[in-house]
């Protein structure tokens, strides 16, 4: 199993950013994902989840700002940032599988949300 | 939302020492608690889920226990390679929600 995160960089409050992370090891299609995110110096914080239906749920403090979604032909999980805040700063991990506890992580994309 | 609390935040112990780390939830959460270990610099590992199933691959000196709201991590005897930062996770209701962490040292 692999996970592997891109799409993180350095970015304007206010503006957007979409994450990508490749999935391969495992049928992709048969399992829900999540995405985690660690602020610098700061522990875990759970962001969204998406079911293998493509169901989604999310923490309060991006709800109608991120939107999880997931493409099965291409195995990729997607974070789409938008209006961006400096408290959303962090690494961005996606994890797995399945709806419950992260048996697989990939290994972090940064995103820097500055002027 | 249900509220993890780990304890203590910062742990300081001797190779071989038995090393317990301590979690509770806000609510009942029954066995749905997983344990985690990250190392600096790297992404998190899963250690424990349903509270006391050792994931595959995780050495034995590795276990958890507990039920409803107070868990434990415990490392029979630490080793240098755990100094680390633990992490615990209720999956029981939504939002999911992780513990602040404790984290482990050699003296």
């Known amino acids: 199993v692999q996970l592997v995160e891109s799409g993180g960089g350095l970015v304007q409050p206010g503006k957007s950013l979409k994450l990508s992370c490749s999935a391969s090891?495992?049928?992709?299609?048969?399992?829900?994902m999540h995405w985690i995110r660690q602020a610098p110096g700061k522990g875990l914080d759970w962001v969204a989840y998406?079911?293998?239906?493509?169901?989604?749920v999310y923490t309060d403090a991006v709800k109608g700002r991120f939107t999880i979604s997931r493409d099965n032909a291409k195995n990729t999980l997607y974070l789409q940032l938008n209006s961006l805040k400096s408290e959303d700063t962090a690494i961005y991990y996606c994890?797995?599988?399945?709806?419950?506890?992260?048996?697989?992580w990939g290994q972090g994309v940064m995103v820097t949300v500055s002027s | 939302d249900i509220q993890m609390t780990q304890s203590p935040s910062l742990l300081s112990a001797s190779v071989g020492d038995r090393v317990t780390l301590s979690c509770k939830a806000s609510q009942s959460i029954y066995n749905s608690l997983a344990w985690y270990q990250q190392k600096l610099g790297e992404a998190p590992k899963l250690l424990i889920y349903s509270a006391n199933s050792l994931q595959t691959g995780i050495p034995s000196r590795f276990s958890g226990s507990g039920y409803g709201t107070d868990f434990t991590l415990t490392i029979s005897s630490l080793q240098p390679e755990d100094v680390a930062t633990y992490f615990c996770h209720q999956y029981y209701s939504w939002p999911l929600a992780l513990g602040s962490g404790t984290k482990l040292k050699i003296k």
């Open positions: 998406i079911s293998s239906s493509s169901g989604s």
């Open positions: 994890a797995g599988r399945g709806p419950y506890y992260f048996d697989y």
């Open positions: 090891g495992f049928t992709f299609s048969s399992y829900g």
